[in-house]
Each structure stands twice: as C-alpha cells, then as structure tokens.
C-alpha cells in the first residue's frame, strides 16, 4: 500500500520542500488519483530544482525534459541512467494530467506508476549531493596530479636541457 511513510528519509530540514510536496500527492492519492499524478510532477519538479543547486546549474525556463536530459552529461556512476528514464515516466505519465487529461488514462494505474517512479528518484537523490562532493573532491585531486605531473615533466625537460647545453658547451670548449 502506498504511503507517506515509505518517503519518510525526507522529512528532514535538507528536503522538507520536496517532502511537502509529495505529501500534497498522498492526500490526493486514493480520493482523486488524477490530482495525484499532478502534484506528482510538482514533486519531481522540486527534486530538480535542488539538483540544479547542488550542480550549481542556472535555472532557465526549459521544460522539464530538458532539465532531466542534462543529467546524462554526469558520469554513470552519479546518476544511473534508469533513475533518469524513472525521471521521465514520472514526468510523462503526469504530464498527461498536469496539461491536459485524457478519457483513457487509468488514473489509479498512473498514480501506482509515478509513485514507484518516485520513490527510486528520491531514493537516489538523498544520496546524490554526497556522491556528487567525492565526485569533485576526486576530480579536483586528478587535477592536482595533472598538474603536478606537467610541472615535474617541466622541470625534467629543463634539466635535460642544461644538460644537453652543458654538453654542448663543453665539447665547443675541448675542441678549441
């Protein structure tokens, strides 16, 4: 049975926004699920909007493909591209009730659908601000090496060079 509890781990200071928002889907979601499925997409919206803090990403007015399809720009080993397709379930089947509502849909099958979608985002995303400051701490100390490297490289081929100059100069001088 689905609940509230089961995103529990976000009732905290850090998430709180998103939490409520989530919260405003349960209320909805055995009483009126195409109202779930609305605020669903509130829900991932809000996940977005702290990854593109956390990414420090300027926020633009592209829609929200778009915003899920710049994650694909991160390494694997961030964001799992089958958390980025849950990402897009979720957005597409609640879009269909956040622009426009379609006779056919089966809103008690698509709220059961963007819930679950839900639940492996936020699963994710709780981890992913930690992930995300290994990944630059890792980067910046690759960069560090890179950059030690190229100066012991540096300061090999100057050494090289005096040697070869001093050679040089030494031959010119026993040839004379």
Known sequence: MASINDFAFLNNTAYRQIYKTIEEAMQYYSANPNIACDRFRNSLECILDHIDVTLKIEKD???LYNRIEVLRQLPEDLINHSIIDEMHTLRSVSNLYHH?????RDPSKDRVTC???LLKVCK???EFPIKYKSYLESEEQKRRKRKETRKTIGKIALVSIAIVGAIF????????
């Open 61 to 63: 007015d592209c829609d």
């Open 100 to 104: 426009y509502y379609d006779e056919d």
């Open 115 to 117: 819930y679950v979608a």
């Open 124 to 126: 994710w995303f709780v």
């Open 169 to 176: 100069g030494i031959t010119k001088l026993n040839n004379k």
